[in-house]
């Protein structure tokens, strides 16, 4: 199990926490209508079956909407702590190093 020595505990809960309701504070901005330019050109391709309440999925180079079911619907955050962990694991792990969590 991946663990920090006590002596960086402490700054590192601090701003695990402060990733947490900075995230927390942006989530209805996320959501927020606007204009966001012309709607991406639709191609049509079979529903993935998706048990989720809502999905939203997109092509990060061209930024074209692949999927999305309830975009609009306003949703309880989840999984803070998997993302912030993540988030540490990245910034100060190595991308070769296998590490449990």
Known sequence: MFRFP???RQPMLALIAAFTMLLALLMPAAGAPGS???PAPSTSIASPDVTAQSVFSFDLASGITLY???PDE????????????AL????????????LI
Do not use: C, F, L
Request: glycine fraction near 10%; hydrophobic fraction near 30%; avoid cysteine.
């Open 68 to 70: 999305e079911k309830n």
């Open 6 to 8: 006590r002596s960086n």
């Open 74 to 85: 306003r949703m309880q955050i989840g999984s803070t702590v998997k993302v912030a962990t």
């Open 36 to 38: 966001y330019g012309d």
């Open 88 to 99: 540490v694991v990245m910034q100060h792990g190595d991308p070769a190093d296998q590490v």
